[in-house]
Nanobody, 119 residues
Framework: QVQLVESGGGLVQPGDSLRLSCAAS????????IGWFRQVPGKKREGISC????????YYTDSLKGRFTISRDNAKNTVYLQINSLKPEDTAVYYC????????????WGQGTQVTVSS
């Protein structure tokens, strides 16, 4: 059974960049796709991006294309989410989740990492 741990969040200023990490354990990392999501308290969870098990295919929510880049290093069992030009509205808890394929049911979630964008 796969376990996921996010890291890399923090307090940043508008315009800064962050790279979030999703470290997997308990299973071979190239067995599954990984999606990144975010949630603001009181609001619905929002999908950001997904990367296939091989890393060859990536998908992004249309409204978030351009500032977010997903990648994976299967040798390190880690998936990354690079976020550039951060805005206050990016403030949220960011989660990663494992899926058999992008768009499928998420069968494992990490605990989340807080990103706060404020001047």
């Amino acid at each position: 059974q796969v376990q996921l741990v996010e890291s890399g969040g923090g307090l940043v200023q508008p315009g800064d960049s962050l790279r979030l990490s999703c470290a997997a354990s308990g299973s071979t990392s190239d067995d599954y796709a990984i999606g990144w999501f975010r949630q603001v308290p009181g609001k619905k969870r929002e999908g950001i991006s997904c990367i296939s098990n091989s890393g060859y295919s990536t998908y992004y929510t249309d409204s978030l294309k351009g500032r977010f880049t997903i990648s994976r290093d299967n040798a390190k069992n880690t998936v990354y989410l690079q976020i550039n030009s951060l805005k206050p509205e990016d403030t949220a808890v960011y989660y990663c989740a494992a899926q058999d394929a992008c768009g499928d049911y998420e069968f494992a979630w990490g605990q989340g990492t807080q990103v706060t964008v404020s001047s």
